[in-house]
């Protein structure tokens, strides 16, 4: 995989935020070690000072894009982390067929198999998760959602959009329906609002949605 330009939104003395390309692990698992977005965040901040750490506050599925918050403290870490039910987090969606609603709150709760696979139950030992979208827009084939979660499960987008019959369009694990022109899941993490840990500054961040969404639905 090729070495991707480190992708700034925001920095200052606690934190970075960063816009991960998709096809990138957030951190290194058993068969990749080096081409990670926390590698690459950490280099950089390595070469303003060799003492500088980098921590991870959260995390986005490897094929998801968008906005992640690294922290330069166990401190900021922390914080950050105390108050991750407070944080904002909006997505964009393209998905497969005409969504019928124009808004709705999906609730299940989620449980995975010993090969990682997630799926909704309504069996409460599971995880809660609870997913809003709005519909923006669609045609024939797909259509455009905004998506804020509620709850940071893994997969839930993903697997409680399937649970409605409209999954999101390239997914590999989630949606039988292949598009050879579709080279990426369309699902792009574009806002983040949250208090700054340590200046209390309530923080609104948000990035382009990629050109190839709107080339799908236009919205």
């Not at 019928?100 to 198999?113: F, H, I, P, Q, V």
């Not at 259509?143 to 839930?156: C, D, E, F, P, V």
């Not at 019959?165 to 997914?171: N, Y």
């Amino acid at each position: 995989m090729r070495k991707e330009k480190l992708n700034i939104v925001y920095e200052d003395n606690s934190l970075i935020v960063v816009n991960k390309p998709s096809g990138m692990l957030t951190i290194s698992n058993e068969k990749v070690k080096d081409n990670t977005l926390y590698h690459q965040v950490s280099l950089y901040l390595k070469k303003q000072n060799k003492d500088n750490k980098v921590f991870i506050v959260h995390r986005l599925d490897k094929d998801t894009s968008g906005l992640i918050i690294f922290a330069k403290s166990i401190k900021v870490k922390e914080k950050l982390q105390e108050d991750w039910e407070n944080v904002k987090r909006g997505y964009i969606a393209i998905v497969s067929g005409q969504v019928a609603k124009e808004k709705d709150t999906l609730t299940s709760y989620l449980m995975t198999t010993k090969t990682h696979y997630v799926y909704s139950t309504k069996n409460k030992k599971g995880k809660l998760a609870i997913t809003e979208y709005e519909r923006l827009n669609y045609n024939s084939l797909y259509s455009a959602l905004k998506i804020n979660i509620k709850t940071g499960r893994r997969n839930q987008i993903r697997v409680q959009l399937k649970d409605i019959k409209h999954p999101i369009v390239g997914d590999k694990t989630y949606n039988e329906e292949k598009d050879k022109h579709i080279k990426r899941l369309c699902l792009h993490a574009n806002y983040l609002e949250f208090k700054h840990p340590l200046t209390h500054e309530v923080l609104k961040l948000s990035i382009e949605d990629p050109q190839e969404f709107k080339k799908l639905v236009n919205y």
